[in-house]
């Protein structure tokens, strides 16, 4: 595997002129949102984040699952550097002259009221005015975190502007904290405030009579997400994802979940195991998807791009599973944006936004997301990789999972 770490500083990888119509929506202030270090005391987790240090409200060490010996702290998975090293290798790889740089603003109080209770909303906003502390499961604050949880929820929102403009046709939002799971009145798995939902929201303010398609290919299932649009025919949920329970978090997302009322069969999920490595899973994709896309005939796809189903991504607190993750590789994720790409230009005018979701070994999210933006931008992948030689994915063929799937779709 040739990683960008390894490559020359003198490499240029682009040397073309290109009408700017893909946006990146980034700034460094998605930096400013500090997790802190977490510590073990006997069976507790100590979190240190802002001013606070408290024992871990949700989590302990044998509820983790994770006994590995940390005596000088192991700091949050979902940290400052996720974004800024991805900007990096942007930058270095020559494919940040390629898009059209789009600074974000933060979300409106009435926007953010479309999807999050008042109450909820003062929550996360108090917690961080008093130093900081424990939100909801793993999710930390420190006294910018509410500040710039409205900046990652108002970056897609700053994009989807754009693309009704004229100005883009599709966008990458670069941004942190994630969403997926942030529900109405909770935080969860490292989510504030629920991104695409709150994007979602605002695209069809704009355009009540559009259909969105949301993708969550995230190794963990989007449940906040679903929530939020289990009843509603305009928006059609699908998740491909790693099952639990109990074995990955936050065991939701059966495939017998398919909405409800009116919004009855526009939520799909389709449970993977772990392990499945990249050809059931882009067979999976491949097989489902542009189905999927010709059927419900959207306006607009957004993809909730979490890219922690790399093969070399769940060993961090939080998210230690030695049997998880979906033995992906970076060419897995140009792939799976290049089929959205494809799809978005047959059927949504070229318009599709990629949220960063998940991905948390640092290297290995700049690798793949600098293959999602290679996609994007209809170039090869950038970069290869080869799985360890001992991994062993999943022998088990899609013949067993797409049919029970398919006969969901009508």
């Not at 939100?135 to 929820?153: D, K, P, V």
């Not at 695409?196 to 969550?216: C, G, M, N, S, Y």
């Not at 993977?272 to 059931?280: N, S, V």
């Not at 979906?326 to 070229?350: F, I, K, P, S």
């Amino acid at each position: 595997c040739k990683f960008l770490s390894d490559l020359p500083s003198s490499t240029i990888f682009v040397d073309c002129k290109r009408n700017k119509k893909v946006g990146l929506v980034y700034s460094e202030d998605f930096t400013l949102h500090e997790t802190g270090r977490i510590f073990v005391d006997g069976p507790n987790l100590i979190l240190k984040v802002g001013e606070q240090c408290l024992v871990d409200p949700y989590y302990t060490v044998e509820s983790l699952r994770y006994y590995a010996p940390l005596p000088y702290g192991a700091v949050h998975p979902e940290r400052p550097e996720r974004t800024a090293l991805i900007y990096a290798s942007l930058e270095a790889t020559g494919l940040l002259e390629e898009l059209r740089q789009v600074s974000p603003e933060a979300i409106s109080d009435s926007l953010l009221a479309t999807v999050h209770q008042p109450d909820y909303i003062a929550a996360a906003r108090h917690l961080a005015q008093t130093g900081g502390g424990c939100l909801g499961e793993g999710t930390l604050l420190s006294s910018r975190s509410y500040e710039i949880a409205r900046l990652s929820a108002g970056a897609g929102i700053t994009a989807a502007r754009k693309i009704l403009a004229g100005e883009l046709k599709s966008a990458f939002v670069l941004s942190r904290p994630p969403g997926h799971h942030a529900r109405q009145h909770q935080a969860a798995g490292f989510c504030i405030f629920n991104n695409v939902a709150l994007l979602t929201h605002f695209w069809l303010e704009q355009k009540p009579k559009d259909r969105v398609l949301i993708i969550d290919w995230d190794v963990h299932h989007g449940d906040g997400t679903q929530s939020f649009f289990y009843e509603d025919p305009q928006v059609f949920y699908l998740s491909l994802h790693q099952y639990g329970p109990p074995d990955l978090y936050p065991g939701t997302g059966a495939v017998e979940e398919t909405g409800a009322g009116e919004g009855l069969g526009f939520t799909v999920n389709v449970p993977l195991p772990g392990k499945a490595g990249d050809k059931l899973y882009l067979e999976v994709f491949e097989e489902l998807v542009p189905a999927i896309v010709a059927q419900f005939q959207p306006n607009l796809i957004l993809v909730s791009a979490g890219q922690d189903g790399h093969f070399n991504d769940l060993n961090q607190l939080y998210l230690w599973d030695p049997s998880g993750g979906m033995a992906l590789t970076a060419q897995c994720y140009h792939r799976l944006t290049q089929t959205v790409r494809q799809l978005a230009e047959t059927y949504c005018d070229g318009n599709y936004m990629l949220l960063l979701e998940g991905g948390y070994d640092l290297r290995n999210l700049s690798n793949s997301v600098v293959n999602c933006i290679c996609a994007m931008l209809g170039l090869p992948e950038m970069v290869t990789e080869q799985l360890p030689a001992n991994l062993a994915v999943v022998n088990e063929g899609a013949s067993a999972i797409i049919p029970r799937v398919r006969q969901l779709l009508g």
